[in-house]
C-alpha cells in the first residue's frame, strides 16, 4: 500500500469521525434524506414536515388527496373540498423525530383514525424535546352545514303549512362549541314576499321546545335567509353588525351554513334568530307588543291605522289578540296618541311632544343605520319593527330585511349615494323638525363614521371566511354574472360585487356626513 492509498484512508476516516461528531454534538440522527447541515439549523428540534389526508386511506369521507397547509410552525389548515358525514379520518404525516401523538395518543401514520371534529393537538417528540401543532380540518367549504329532511321527502310549498322533518347541525371547526352536532325535529315551511318568488327559497323553522344553534340562545323561532337577490350576501350580516353596535335593544345574531335539504345541496344561507318576543329576543316582558309597519300586511294579521302612516300597523306580539280587545285597544291607542303628540304643537316638549311616549335613541340608531344602508322598505313601508312594553316608551326595531339596501337597487334611485331615503318618511319628516333629534342624529352619526374602518374590515372578513362559499353557492344557482332583480348592475367575479358594495358603503359616508354637518 503507497502513501497516497494511505492518505486517502486517513481523510475518509477523518470525514466519518467529523460527523460522528458533528452529529453527537447537535444530539439527532442523519437520516437518509436529511442533508448535513450547521447546529443551528439542527438544534430547531423535532417538526412535522408534511401532512395529508388521501382518498385510499379514508374512502368513505374524502374524494380527492388533500394536504394541509403547515402554518409557522404551530398551525396546520387543511381544507377537505367535500361534504363528509363526520371527520373520523386517517392521516398520513412524515416528521423530523420519533414519535407523534395526537391529543396525547400515540398516532402512526397511515394507520391512526383520529376525530378531527374538534381542533386537535399533534406533538412530534425526540430525544426529550417536542413541539406541538394545532390542527384544524376543514369539510367542504368551512361552514357549517344544516342537514334538514322532511317526511317523505316532500317538497316544502307553502308559507303556511309547517313540514315535520329531521335535522342535523354540524358546526365546523371555526365554529366549534363543546356540543359540535345538534340534532333532533323541526318543523319548516316556506317565508317572505318578493324572496319567496324567488328561485332560492327562505324558510321559517320552529322546534318543538327551544334549542341552542351555533351557540346563541335557546328559542324555538328561526329563519334561513337566501339572499338570493344579493350577490355579496353581505348586506343583511352588515346591518346586523351596525346593529350590535348601537343602541338598540336587540339585534339578531346569525351564521353562514350550508343547507343540504331533502340530500341536495341548497346554497349558502344565514341562519337567523327570528324576531319575535322573549327574554333573549325582543325584551318586552310578558304583556308587553311587538309591531310591524307592514304594507304586504294580510286579512289574516291583526292591523290598526294612524292618521300619519301611510300603511297598516300589524301587531305580531302578543298572539292572539283580536280585534277590539283589551290588548288591542291599548296598543291602538298608545300608537295613536304618541303620533298626536308628534304632531301636536307642543311636539319639541319634552313633557307634552313626542318624546314623552317615544324612545329617542331607538329613534336614532334604527334610522341611521336604514340610512345609511339606503334600505328601500325602511320608509316605514314594510319590515319597520317597533315594540314597547308597558310602562315604558314606544322603541324602534329590531333591524330586518336589507337584501335591497347598500346600493342594490335598481328603483327609486336605490343605487344612488346621494339623497334621503327614510328621512323623507312621514314620522322622519316631522322628528327632523324637532333640533333635539337633529343634534342626537348628528352626535350618533359622529359614532358610525368613526367605526367606519371597523365595518369595512368585518365586510373583508366575511368576505374571506365565505370564499368557497361563493363557489359553491354559485355552482348551485349561477348568480354571479348574471342579473337578478333588483341588481343596479352586474359587477361580475365575487370579489367585484363585495368591492362595489364597499365603495358604496364609503361614498354613503361621506355624502351623509356633508349633509348632516350642514343641517
Keep these: 500500500m503507497d502513501r497516497k492509498q494511505l492518505a486517502l484512508i486517513f481523510v475518509t476516516w477523518a470525514i466519518v469521525l467529523a460527523q460522528a461528531t458533528f452529529i453527537s454534538s447537535c444530539g439527532k440522527d442523519l437520516t437518509e434524506d436529511q442533508p448535513l447541515v450547521g447546529c443551528d439549523e439542527q438544534t430547531v428540534g423535532p417538526r412535522l414536515k408534511s401532512m395529508e389526508f388521501r382518498a385510499e386511506d379514508n374512502p368513505l369521507q374524502i374524494v380527492e388527496d388533500t394536504r394541509c397547509e403547515i402554518i409557522g410552525d404551530s398551525i396546520v389548515e387543511c381544507w377537505i373540498r367535500n361534504i363528509m358525514s363526520d371527520k373520523r379520518l386517517t392521516a398520513q404525516f412524515s416528521?423530523?423525530?420519533?414519535?407523534?401523538?395526537?391529543?396525547?395518543?400515540?398516532?402512526?401514520?397511515?394507520?391512526?383514525?383520529?376525530?378531527?371534529?374538534?381542533?386537535?393537538?399533534?406533538?412530534?417528540?425526540?430525544q426529550g424535546k417536542s413541539r406541538t401543532y394545532k390542527v384544524y380540518v376543514h369539510s367542504f367549504t368551512g361552514l357549517p352545514i344544516l342537514w334538514i329532511e322532511t317526511e317523505g321527502r316532500e317538497d316544502i310549498t307553502s308559507k303556511e303549512d309547517y313540514l315535520r322533518a329531521g335535522f342535523r347541525l354540524v358546526e365546523d371547526i371555526g365554529t366549534c362549541s363543546s356540543a359540535g352536532v345538534t340534532e333532533g325535529t323541526v318543523y319548516i315551511r316556506g317565508r317572505g314576499n318578493?324572496?319567496?318568488?324567488?328561485?332560492?327559497?327562505?324558510?321559517?323553522?320552529?322546534?318543538?321546545?327551544?334549542?341552542?344553534?351555533?351557540?346563541?340562545?335557546?328559542?324555538?323561532?328561526?329563519?334561513?335567509?337566501?339572499?338570493?337577490?344579493?350577490?355579496?350576501?353581505?348586506?343583511?350580516?352588515?346591518?346586523?353588525?351596525?346593529?350590535?353596535?348601537?343602541?338598540?335593544?336587540?339585534?339578531p345574531s346569525s351564521h353562514f351554513v350550508e343547507l343540504m335539504l331533502n340530500g341536495n345541496y341548497e346554497g349558502t344561507y344565514l341562519l337567523s334568530e327570528k324576531v319575535t318576543t322573549g327574554s333573549h329576543r325582543v325584551d318586552v316582558g310578558k304583556d308587553g307588543f311587538l309591531?310591524?309597519?307592514?304594507?304586504?300586511?294580510?286579512?289574516?294579521?291583526?292591523?290598526?291605522?294612524?292618521?300619519?302612516?301611510?300603511?297598516?300597523?300589524?301587531?305580531?306580539?302578543?298572539s292572539g289578540i283580536t280585534l277590539g280587545d283589551a290588548d288591542y285597544n291599548y296598543i291602538r291607542d298608545y300608537v295613536t296618541e304618541a303620533e298626536r303628540a308628534l304632531f301636536s304643537n307642543d311636539f319639541t316638549d319634552?313633557?307634552?311632544?313626542?318624546?314623552?311616549?317615544?324612545?329617542?335613541?331607538?329613534?336614532?340608531?334604527?334610522?341611521?343605520?336604514?340610512?345609511?344602508?339606503?334600505?328601500?322598505?325602511?320608509?316605514?313601508?314594510?319590515?319597520?319593527?317597533?315594540?314597547?312594553?308597558?310602562?315604558?316608551?314606544?322603541?324602534?326595531?329590531?333591524?330586518?330585511?336589507?337584501?335591497?339596501a347598500f346600493g342594490n337597487a335598481d328603483y327609486a334611485d336605490g343605487?344612488?349615494?346621494?339623497?334621503?331615503?327614510?328621512?323623507?318618511?312621514?314620522?322622519?319628516?316631522?322628528?327632523?323638525?324637532?333640533?333635539?333629534?337633529?343634534?342626537?342624529?348628528?352626535?350618533?352619526?359622529?359614532?358610525?363614521?368613526?367605526?367606519?374602518?371597523?365595518?369595512?374590515?368585518?365586510?373583508?372578513?366575511?368576505?374571506?371566511?365565505?370564499?368557497?362559499?361563493v363557489q359553491e353557492n354559485d355552482a348551485r344557482w349561477h348568480t354571479l354574472y348574471t342579473y337578478t332583480w333588483p341588481n343596479y348592475n352586474v359587477w361580475g367575479s365575487y370579489l367585484n360585487e363585495v368591492q362595489t358594495m364597499k365603495e358604496w358603503l364609503d361614498a354613503r359616508f361621506k355624502w351623509l356626513e356633508s349633509e348632516f354637518s350642514n343641517l
Excluded at 210 to 220: A, F, I, N, P
Excluded at 291 to 318: G, M, N, Y
Excluded at 373 to 389: F, K, P, V
Excluded at 438 to 464: C, S, T
Design 415 to 469: 343605487y344612488h349615494v346621494d339623497g334621503f331615503r327614510i328621512r323623507e318618511a312621514t314620522w322622519f319628516v316631522r322628528l327632523f323638525q324637532d333640533p333635539a333629534f337633529v343634534d342626537r342624529v348628528r352626535e350618533r352619526f359622529g359614532y358610525f363614521l368613526n367605526r367606519k374602518a371597523d365595518i369595512l374590515r368585518e365586510i373583508n372578513q366575511y368576505a374571506h371566511d365565505l370564499r368557497y362559499a
Design 291 to 318: 309591531l310591524e309597519i307592514d304594507a304586504r300586511a294580510d286579512t289574516c294579521d291583526v292591523t290598526f291605522r294612524t292618521s300619519h302612516l301611510e300603511q297598516p300597523v300589524s301587531i305580531k306580539k302578543p
Design 95 to 126: 416528521i423530523d423525530g420519533s414519535v407523534v401523538a395526537i391529543d396525547g395518543v400515540s398516532a402512526v401514520s397511515g394507520q391512526t383514525v383520529c376525530d378531527y371534529g374538534k381542533p386537535v393537538t399533534l406533538t412530534v417528540a425526540s
Design 350 to 404: 319634552q313633557e307634552k311632544g313626542w318624546q314623552a311616549y317615544m324612545d329617542m335613541d331607538s329613534f336614532v340608531d334604527w334610522y341611521l343605520i336604514n340610512e345609511i344602508a339606503r334600505n328601500m322598505d325602511a320608509c316605514l313601508y314594510t319590515s319597520c319593527y317597533m315594540h314597547l312594553a308597558r310602562g315604558g316608551k314606544l322603541k324602534m326595531g329590531p333591524l330586518w330585511d336589507f337584501d335591497i
Design 194 to 251: 318578493t324572496t319567496w318568488g324567488m328561485p332560492k327559497k327562505p324558510y321559517s323553522l320552529k322546534f318543538p321546545q327551544s334549542v341552542s344553534l351555533l351557540g346563541d340562545s335557546e328559542e324555538r323561532s328561526w329563519v334561513l335567509l337566501a339572499n338570493y337577490a344579493d350577490k355579496t350576501m353581505l348586506r343583511h350580516q352588515t346591518a346586523f353588525l351596525m346593529g350590535q353596535m348601537s343602541l338598540l335593544d336587540y339585534t
